[in-house]
């Protein structure tokens, strides 16, 4: 081709043209690369033919735009061959088709397998000459936890903000966060770690991705459109997505149990109208998991995800159920019905043996709540006043799991419930209740005895909606969140001392760190659209950072594994806590000395650049005087001279530095 541009014509190619253009150069193609085959459909005859088009478009309109009709190859009685060829717009969307709907389960008997149509015939001319592949080069796995190998023990949080477009993970160091990672849409709705802190999960359009790593690379891509929730099991070997609304039952692949290891498929669920998420519970070890549906509890094996005995538990009337988090046991709960009241029970499974039950009458609702180590279990019952079951009232069902016969005991406290939470490791607990003849809320901390259950202390009239403890236990946080006043009360509940009284307005959310050395409490963008922000403090209630974020919605512990020390090593530990804390100190005192020097060096540097500054700007402004004078008609200097100053002061910011 020639061009020119004013100038002697050039020559010029059209390769040379298309890379100037930022072009490509059309490729030739097979015609077939957008078109699959899905197997497994029903054989139908022409009657029903039509239904069976509808049917099959819309499962694969999901996937993208399909170009022309589908052929469904039929018999000399026009009986569909159980196969049907469609043609996408183009090879991606093809391609997104075979990952999505293979595996899809129409109904019991007809479960899709789809396949490019290239694919045949690049197996159709596979050599006969068997060719010995070529070994590949041995590429070493990266450590996905090397995190855990910080020699300060700082741990790791990731926070979302610009409204979710920027997502990064700091290290919780002193004073300031350090930044280990921070990109531009990250994700596309949340981020999430996995329950042992290995990897950081993203959502987008299109599926989940799974990064890790000392530099968050991709590790995953789970391809499943439209995902909207995600959960971990706690081994960290499978993951579960849902698509759409949990209460979405028309589609079969609504929801996806995934191998975390392989990337690959397991098996596809509908929701069948469930409320609530996750809709299939883990039991402690990822071993199993189950989901409830009317009068039923399903349970399934990994990772064949096949049921468990091979049928479902039948209890009519079921409500809820939760699984023990260190056994397999499953609590759960029926109502009242007719002349039959509501029972709440023990199962062992796989052998299904009810281990424990009792009875309740006049119940209108029941939350089951396990021990973090599984030792107890509470049930709090929420029973009518009277019979017109307009004003209810609480108590609790306590079950003491490891004792002989489950003894259970009972606290009434006939006041509307507002919190509850266990000790994670140790036997106390903490409920919130709205006495009827007081103002405000109380706070009764109980403790389960050798003997019997006892209250260790109620705290009345506190301003607190929400109970914290730590992942440690024995210290806890007493937090008025969202439409309260924002107040913040540290207890350590060793002797019940109020450590300290502190406030974050506004504050919407609290989270521990894994270690329980530190809290933070923030202001989510997603709840609150001014002060958006988070404040990191000490275990006592000492302000350590505060930190303003724009647009900021949410910060995420990074988890850590169960330590590998045996008990009787950490009993050690624990004991020798006091030699421990003394070299802590020192080098506490040393980190804190060096931030401080960091800190005053930034300053200084800071001064001299400024005062660079300001003396070059003085000798331009000498340079240029006489020249200024002129453009003004001044004859002398003095002229320029006369002005009035005026000294004027700004607060710029405040900076807290805690020593």
């Not at 579960?240 to 949990?246: I, K, Y």
């Not at 003997?451 to 946080?477: A, M």
């Not at 989510?524 to 000492?542: A, C, E």
């Not at 660079?612 to 003085?618: A, I, K, L, S, W």
Request: hydrophobic share 35%.
């Amino acid at each position: 081709m020639v061009i020119g541009n004013g100038g002697p014509p050039m020559e010029v190619s059209d390769e040379e043209l298309m890379k100037r253009g930022g072009l490509r150069k059309p490729q030739e193609t097979s015609g077939i690369s957008s078109a699959i085959v899905v197997d497994n459909i029903p054989e139908v005859g022409k009657d029903r033919l039509a239904r069976l088009e509808n049917v099959i478009m819309k499962v694969m309109l999901r996937f993208g735009e399909i170009a022309s009709k589908p052929y469904f190859p039929t018999d000399e009685n026009g009986v569909t061959k159980g196969y049907v060829f469609l043609e996408f717009n183009n090879e991606k969307e093809a391609r997104s088709a075979v990952q999505a709907a293979n595996g899809y389960r129409l109904d019991k008997s007809h479960v899709f397998t789809v396949n490019l149509l290239t694919d045949y015939q690049k197996y159709t001319d596979i050599s006969e000459k068997f060719t010995p592949p070529e070994p590949e080069e041995y590429k070493s796995e990266e450590n996905l936890r090397g995190w855990l190998q910080n020699s300060d023990a700082y741990d790791q949080y990731a926070i979302l903000y610009k409204q979710g477009e920027y997502c990064g993970v700091y290290t919780n160091s002193p004073n300031e966060p350090t930044l280990v990672n921070e990109r531009e849409h990250w994700t596309e709705k949340y981020v999430r770690w996995s329950p042992q802190g290995t990897f950081l999960a993203s959502l987008h359009a299109r599926g989940v991705i799974l990064w890790g790593g000392s530099e968050f690379n991709r590790k995953r891509r789970l391809f499943h459109p439209n995902v909207q929730m995600i959960d971990f099991s706690p081994c960290e070997r499978y993951i579960v997505t849902l698509n759409g609304a949990p209460d979405d039952d028309v589609d079969p692949q609504a929801i996806i149990v995934w191998d975390v290891r392989t990337g690959e498929k397991l098996r596809a669920y509908n929701a069948l109208q469930h409320k609530e998420w996750p809709i299939f519970k883990w039991n402690h070890d990822g071993s199993l998991f189950a989901r409830m549906t009317e009068n039923v509890i399903s349970v399934y094996e990994t990772p064949t995800c096949t049921l468990l005995g091979k049928e479902s538990i039948v209890v009519k009337g079921v409500r809820h159920f939760s699984w023990s988090p260190t056994d397999n046991i499953i609590a759960y709960w029926t109502p009242e019905e007719s002349q039959v009241p509501t029972r709440v029970a023990l199962m062992e499974l796989p052998s299904r043996t009810e281990i424990r039950s009792m009875n309740l009458f006049s119940v209108a609702d029941c939350k089951i709540v396990w021990h973090g180590q599984g030792d107890y279990l509470a049930v709090k019952v929420d029973r009518f006043v009277n019979n017109r079951k307009k004003a209810t009232v609480a108590n609790f069902e306590v079950f003491r799991i490891r004792e002989k016969q489950i003894p259970v005991e009972k606290i009434e406290l006939k006041d509307a419930v507002q919190g509850f939470a266990w000790e994670p490791h140790g036997n106390k607990f903490a409920i919130i209740h709205e006495p009827q003849a007081a103002h405000g809320v109380s706070v009764s901390f109980y403790e389960m005895g050798v003997d019997k259950l006892k209250l260790i202390k109620t705290l009345e009239k506190k301003p607190v909606s929400h109970i914290f403890w730590s992942p440690q236990g024995q210290f806890v946080v007493l937090a008025g969140l969202k439409q309260s006043n924002g107040v913040f009360e540290f207890y350590d509940t060793s002797d019940m001392t109020l450590m300290n009284v502190t406030e974050h307005l506004m504050a919407t959310d609290v989270e521990w760190d894994p270690t329980g050395r530190y809290v933070v409490s923030q202001v989510s963008w997603w709840m609150q659209k001014v002060d958006t922000g988070y404040i990191v403090w000490s275990l006592q209630g000492r302000l350590l950072q505060r930190q303003s974020v724009d647009r900021f919605c949410q910060l995420l512990w990074r988890p850590r594994p169960k330590t590998l020390l045996p008990d009787d090593e950490v009993k050690r530990i624990k004991r020798d806590r006091k030699e421990y804390s003394k070299i802590f100190e020192v080098k506490d005192r040393m980190t804190h000395s060096k931030a401080s020097k960091a800190l005053v060096e930034r300053r200084r540097r800071l001064m001299s650049d400024f005062s660079d500054y300001r003396r070059r700007v003085e000798g331009e402004m000498a340079d240029s005087e006489s020249y200024r004078r002129e453009l003004r008609g001044e004859e002398d200097a003095s002229a320029s001279k006369e002005f009035d100053e005026e000294l004027m002061e700004f607060l710029v910011k405040v900076e807290e530095v805690v020593l």
